[in-house]
């Protein structure tokens, strides 16, 4: 049958393996069962040694005064000897308790702020050159200038771009089915013509974009009148140039525009006629 092999806890130190004991045994550092901490202690030592392990010339000191310990607590206690052997041992774990406990918390800490660096703080000198004495009535003019200033800017607001923003907003489809309209009754249209009927700068900006948007699909041709026929492969931009509709359905390209005016069409013609 194999050996066993048992695998040991390693211990900072005498004092780590000896809190360690306590606190497994669950007793009371202010009142330590010398006997049997001292007896697992040595119990330690010596697997420690069946296994090879490195111990520190600390941990050997620690249990021979371990022992004397021990040996003092069974001796009979005279009254100059009433202090307890313990007391010294106590103290020490007591200490390296409360050092520990402390490193577990200042260690996150120290991964959080070990990489930055401290600058000292720059003292800055009272700046003296400027030492005239301030008129109240230049004060008060200045602070009138400041409220001259925010007044002029809610005014320039008020007068300049509301009025921009407040116009109403005209829909490039309802202009785009106007346009296809007027084509389909005259056969072709210049631009001119198609943004002379506008009155307002808004629906004549409209008008143009829905021109525009009509060319990009291939809805509208550009082409010239030759000897009364529309010739659209050579057509030159001038008086004669007109719009005309594309009759190649396969050619014209799909747009939201054009959905939208044939979704809407009767809703949309209602409008164009008012």
Sequence with gaps: MDSLTYKLEQFEGPLDLLLSLIQKNKVSITDIPISLICDQYIEYIAKAQELDMELASEFIVMASELMLIKSKMLLPKTEEEAADPR?????????????????????????YYS????????????????????????????VRRIVAYNNALEQAATTTFKPMISKPIIPVEIKIVSILRRIEKQGAASLEE???????????IASFLGVLELM???????????????????????????????????????SEYLLDTTENEPEQMALTDM
């Design 87 to 111: 007391a010294t041992l106590t103290d020490a774990l007591l200490r390296y308790q409360q050092a520990k406990e402390a490193a577990q918390k200042l260690s996150p800490m120290y991964a």
């Design 115 to 142: 990489g930055r660096m401290v600058k000292d703080t720059d003292e800055i000198s009272v700046d003296k050159t400027f030492v005239a004495d301030q008129d109240v009535t230049a004060l008060c003019a200045a």
């Design 194 to 204: 198609l943004l002379d009927a506008e009155v307002t700068l808004p629906d004549m």
């Design 216 to 254: 990009k699909v291939r809805k509208l041709l550009i082409a010239d009148s030759v000897d009364g026929e529309w010739n659209r492969e050579n057509a030159l931009l001038g008086a004669d140039t007109r719009f005309i509709i594309n009759t190649n359905e396969d050619d014209v390209q799909e």
